[in-house]
């Protein structure tokens, strides 16, 4: 019996949707964002170890970053391509299950809105997955402080020093803008990781996050405790490489610090969470929110 081309049709229809290549819908997006908050939080001690393997990963793209971008004399182009191997930590992260503080404080915000987390259990699991990616990105570069390899290299250390004066050196003010425009590009490209439907599509949006973020000089509280944590471990190195230079009365080299002073990295973290937590929130999360909201459920975006 001779097969026409509308039994074929007829048959694929029914297989795969007309609606299979097509991203989700603003309101389906939510409904992710929803399910992935409750249950990562339905397991805290399995969200504590995602977190860790996030906090390692982004980690991951802080060596790249540094690797590449030493020795390149241009700051666009330095910035351009430390951000091309950066993204692919955001890629490991989103395909291997791991966790970012910051792509759950708007997912867990929008399953705080919509009544599927309470305010209490919100604020306990940015906590925990905050903690497990300081944890995380500390091991990481814990090891590689104390076995660094040719990133113990003056071009090495040098650059890994410029990269973190350039997070902890500017004013509470700057750090905290660039801190909300940091996830409002990251949680962007989270949003449309979770709107498209294809392997390929998901790749190419977590990707875009890390590398509009590093090549646009923002700020995010993990990558920087790699950034400037990395540095400060290896500091006494940089110190020695420049002893001569740091013995002068007149040297204007800065160094790193551990608290909260103003170049120091507890003082760079609070200030960069804090505007994290507005961009991925308030610029991401309620205002996809809104949109969703502008829309009846007859006329679904």
Not at 61 to 85: E, H, K, Q
Not at 132 to 151: K, R, S, T
Not at 219 to 232: K, R, T, V, Y
Request: some cysteine; aromatic content about 12%.
């Amino acid at each position: 019996m001779e097969i026409v081309p509308e039994d074929i049709q007829h048959k694929v229809d029914r297989i795969l949707p007309q609606s299979f290549m097509e991203p989700k819908s603003i309101r389906e997006t939510l409904d992710t964002f929803t399910s992935i908050a409750v249950t990562k939080w339905s397991r805290p001690l399995g969200f504590f170890f995602q977190s860790i393997a996030g906090g390692a990963m982004v980690c991951f793209g802080v060596i790249l970053a540094i690797a590449v971008g030493a020795g390149i004399a241009t700051p666009g182009i330095a910035n351009l391509v430390s951000g091309l191997v950066f993204g692919f930590s955001f890629v490991a992260i989103m395909v291997s299950g791991a966790s970012l503080i910051t792509s759950d404080m708007a997912a867990g915000f929008v399953a705080m809105s919509r009544g599927r987390m309470t305010f209490p259990s919100y604020v306990s699991f940015l906590l925990v997955g905050w903690i497990g990616n300081i944890v995380g990105a500390f091991i990481f570069i814990g090891i590689v402080a104390a076995g660094p390899g040719a990133y113990a290299k003056p071009i090495f250390l040098d650059r890994a020093h410029l990269i973190a004066l350039s997070k902890v050196g500017p004013d509470a003010i700057s750090v905290f803008c660039m801190a909300i425009i940091c996830t409002w590009l990251l949680q962007t490209s989270f949003f449309l990781y979770v709107k498209a439907r294809t392997d390929v599509g998901k790749m190419v949006m977590a990707w875009y996050g890390p590398l509009a973020f590093v090549a646009g000089m923002t700020e995010h509280c993990i990558a920087n405790i790699g950034m400037i944590g990395l540095p400060l471990l290896m500091q006494s190195r940089y110190i020695a490489l420049n002893s001569a230079a740091l013995a002068t009365p007149a040297s204007k080299i800065k160094l790193l610090t551990w608290g909260f002073g103003h170049f120091g990295l507890l003082r760079n973290e609070l200030i960069v969470w804090a505007g994290n937590w507005i961009g991925g929130t308030v610029f991401v999360a309620i205002l996809f929110m809104m949109i969703s909201w502008a829309y009846d459920k007859t006329r679904p975006v």
